[in-house]
């Protein structure tokens, strides 16, 4: 009779820190390497979402950590002794045309966007590197394809992406890392853009979000957690430096 460690894309054995993971794609992601058996560490500057959401898991904790500040990685760091994945899912939005970008506000999507790859990243290397481990960053198709309104977003998502690729050339044999880049995605990130931009028209503009993809739908957190398990997964071993649009069709058309 077949069991769960029969299944495809198991990670039994596995060790997998999520940042940004209390909520939306990150907590959505947190439930599917649950699933696969993975001990998941819900790494979240909102440690009273992170603790809620590790009660509904079997194998999992919750982490306090803010992936801009060093010192708080360096904190969060010192509890792990061993881990096997690494999800960079923590990001803003901004909306807004160079013209309509201050620097204020361009520095602080790169922060939350870009720098905090690398410092979430450099600080779990060593852990990384002793267990082969994953790495998968969640990008955008905004880092591959210009979005109207969305400046300081590209850039950053377009800088997410190409480390991605630096580290896989790196690291060739000794970890994996590739990119997720999806089109609008249905989370709380999306309904707050919404609120904040378009309170006044939410359904109208969230049928455009939905049609600027050719399916015909948004993406769901679920979507995209499934292709991070993937890519985590033993029958992903070949699968190094990679971008993947889940766009919907978007990138095709």
């Given amino acids: 009779m077949a069991t769960e ?13 999520v940042t940004g993971g209390a909520s939306g794609i990150g907590a959505a992601t947190c439930r599917e390497l649950d699933r696969a058996g993975a001990e998941v560490i819900v790494a979240d500057l909102n440690l009273t979402a992170a603790t ?25 760091v010192a509890q792990l002794s061993r881990l096997n994945i690494l999800v960079n899912n923590a990001g803003i939005g901004l909306v807004g045309s160079i013209e309509a970008t201050d620097e204020d ?12 790859v690398f410092l979430v990243t450099k600080a779990l290397l060593p852990l990384l590197l002793a267990s082969r481990g994953s790495i998968v960053n969640v990008g955008s198709i905004a880092g591959q ?11 950053s998502k377009g800088a997410v992406l190409a480390m991605t690729r630096q580290i896989s050339v790196d690291y060739p044999q ?35 979000l939905r049609q600027r993809q050719p399916i015909g739908r948004l993406g769901t957190a679920e979507d995209v ?29």
């Fill in 5 to 17: 460690m029969d299944q495809p894309y198991r990670l039994d054995g596995k060790i997998a820190l």
């Fill in 52 to 76: 809620e959401l590790v009660r509904e898991l079997r194998h999992a904790s919750a982490l306090e950590m803010d992936v801009t500040s060093s010192n708080s990685i360096s904190r969060a």
């Fill in 105 to 116: 506000d361009f520095d602080r999507v790169m922060r939350v966007n870009v720098h905090s």
């Fill in 145 to 155: 394809v210009g979005v109207k309104q969305r400046f300081a977003y590209c850039a």
């Fill in 174 to 208: 000794q970890l994996r890392c590739n990119c997720i880049a999806p089109g609008t995605v249905q989370t709380p990130f999306v309904e707050g853009f919404l609120e904040r931009y378009h309170s006044n028209e939410k359904d109208k503009v969230r049928e455009e």
């Fill in 225 to 253: 957690a499934g292709l991070v398990r993937y890519l985590c997964s033993r029958e992903a071993d070949f699968m190094q430096g990679a971008v993947i649009s889940m766009d919907g069709g978007w990138t095709a058309a």
